[in-house]
T-cell receptor, first 111, second 111 residues
Framework: DAGVIQSPRHEVTEMGQEVTLRCKPISGHNSLFWYRQTMMRGLELLIYFNNNVPIDDSGMPEDRFSAKMPNASFSTLKIQPSEPRDSAVYFC?????????FGPGTRLTVL | GESVGLHLPTLSVQEGDNSIINCAYSNSASDYFIWYKQESGKGPQFIIDIRSNMDKRQGQRVTVLLNKTVKHLSLQIAATQPGDSAVYFCAERSTGNQFYFGTGTSLTVIP
């Protein structure tokens, strides 16, 4: 079991650039979650999908953020344009019924 | 809204001693709880869970206690080891399969 896979693990970009984060959930899991973690706010839920359909995106901070899940094994979180305040660790998690299984995260730094 | 908070933001224990990490939750309707361990540079790792119809659950060296009367959750780690040093989060599942995470307690094990 490979667990949740995220790429890239680290991303450094300049303000205004587009950033795309990728996630492969655990095979067979039907729910996928994107979280953001910062020292100030801890873990925040951005959006989650159930059976590839976005269920709740109320945590997405602004229109600059968008997420897609074209199939059961892949999801992207895009920030366009990126800003320094977007710097954080972004986690993807998946689940089947109970719990959340997290990926290793992508550390994003926007200069 | 719901909130999950921790009584102690930091905890230091001697190697070999038992550790107790506490968590308060506010939603009496929450029916499922998880403890996560997060090491530096890694994603949250599932440790142990408990459903609201139980008051105690044991794992390997870990025990979770749930007191629904006072809405309190604790994680006990027996014979704490240096590898247990990490940040520990509690999470509660509220309505609509939403999870709310505490801010975390940093556990430091002194050799």
């Amino acid at each position: 079991d490979a667990g949740v896979i995220q790429s890239p693990r680290h991303e450094v970009t300049e303000m205004g650039q587009e950033v795309t984060l990728r996630c492969k959930p655990i095979s067979g899991h039907n729910s996928l979650f994107w979280y953001r973690q910062t020292m100030m706010r801890g873990l925040e839920l951005l959006i989650y999908f159930n059976n590839n359909v976005p269920i709740d995106d109320s945590g997405m901070p602004e229109d600059r953020f968008s997420a897609k899940m074209p199939n059961a094994s892949f999801s992207t979180l895009k920030i366009q344009p990126s800003e320094p305040r977007d710097s954080a660790v972004y986690f993807c998690a998946s689940s089947l019924q109970m719990g959340r299984f997290f990926g290793p995260g992508t550390r994003l730094t926007v200069l | 809204g719901e909130s999950v908070g921790l009584h102690l933001p930091t905890l230091s224990v001697q190697e070999g001693d038992n550790s107790i990490i506490n968590c308060a939750y506010s939603n009496s309707a929450s029916d499922y709880f998880i403890w996560y361990k997060q090491e530096s540079g890694k994603g949250p790792q599932f440790i142990i869970d408990i459903r609201s119809n139980m008051d105690k659950r044991q794992g390997q060296r870990v025990t979770v206690l749930l007191n629904k009367t006072v809405k309190h959750l604790s994680l006990q780690i027996a014979a704490t080891q240096p590898g247990d040093s990490a940040v520990y989060f509690c999470a509660e599942r509220s309505t609509g399969n939403q999870f709310y995470f505490g801010t975390g307690t940093s556990l430091t094990v002194i050799p």
